[in-house]
T-cell receptor, first 109, second 115 residues
Framework: KQEVTQIPAALSVPEGENLVLNCSFTDSAIYNLQWFRQDPGKGLTSLLLIQSSQREQTSGRLNASLDKSSGRSTLYIAASQPGDSATYLCAVIEDKLIFGTGTRLQVFP | DTGVSQDPRHKITKRGQNVTFRCDPISEHNRLYWYRQTLGQGPEFLTYFQNEAQLEKSRLLSDRFSAERPKGSFSTLEIQRTEQGDSAMYLC?????????????FGSGTQLSVL
């Protein structure tokens, strides 16, 4: 059974720092991996989708990497801003998405 | 393209009542998923449809839960005889293709509170 773990569970940093959020999964037989952002009480916003044949994807200040063999993905956020404060979820894609429990990020001015 | 739409946004009900939620996926999206999320947890898979066919149901989906997607367009999720443990955010998502190489797009969710 696939299990997805995210570390750290919570993170509080000053504005401007570069951040790394970690996601690990137990079964490497995945199709793709997707990172989401969730604001309190809201739905999920897709950030990046990494297909299994890819090693990384970039969008603006966000960069996500995927290492299937080691069962790991990282989300790198450059020059963090208070508006980045949210919960970040990773999900591995088999025939459906299996989510981790998320990293709750707070960026303070 | 107006995104995935869910209705209602919030639902408060008394234990034992039946509730029904609606999800309108992005037009022409073939796959439609239902997830449930409790506070501090990631979303948990409930069920998904490929067009009108319900292809998989989680063990979380007890007999009190039923989902439909008539005509392969909108979907409804009904919970009968609600219990306090059903209180959660119910999320709907859709994707374009039969495969899983497409992004999933989520709605804003329906927050259910069972008193």
């Amino acid at each position: 059974k696939q299990e997805v773990t995210q570390i750290p569970a919570a993170l509080s940093v000053p504005e401007g720092e570069n951040l790394v959020l970690n996601c690990s999964f137990t079964d490497s037989a995945i199709y793709n991996l997707q990172w989401f952002r969730q604001d309190p009480g809201k739905g999920l916003t897709s950030l990046l989708l990494i297909q299994s044949s890819q090693r990384e994807q970039t969008s603006g200040r966000l960069n996500a990497s995927l290492d299937k063999s080691s069962g790991r993905s990282t989300l790198y956020i450059a020059a963090s801003q208070p508006g980045d404060s949210a919960t970040y979820l990773c999900a591995v894609i088999e025939d459906k998405l299996i989510f981790g429990t998320g990293t709750r990020l707070q960026v303070f001015p | 393209d107006t995104g995935v739409s869910q209705d209602p946004r919030h639902k408060i009900t008394k234990r034992g009542q039946n509730v029904t939620f609606r999800c309108d996926p992005i037009s022409e999206h073939n796959r439609l998923y239902w997830y449930r999320q409790t506070l501090g947890q990631g979303p948990e898979f409930l069920t998904y449809f490929q067009n009108e066919a319900q292809l998989e149901k989680s063990r979380l989906l007890s007999d009190r839960f039923s989902a439909e997607r008539p005509k392969g367009s909108f979907s409804t999720l009904e919970i009968q005889r609600t219990e306090q443990g059903d209180s959660a955010m119910y999320l709907c998502a859709s994707s374009l293709d039969a495969g899983v190489r497409e992004k999933l797009f989520f709605g804003s969710g329906t927050q259910l509170s069972v008193l």
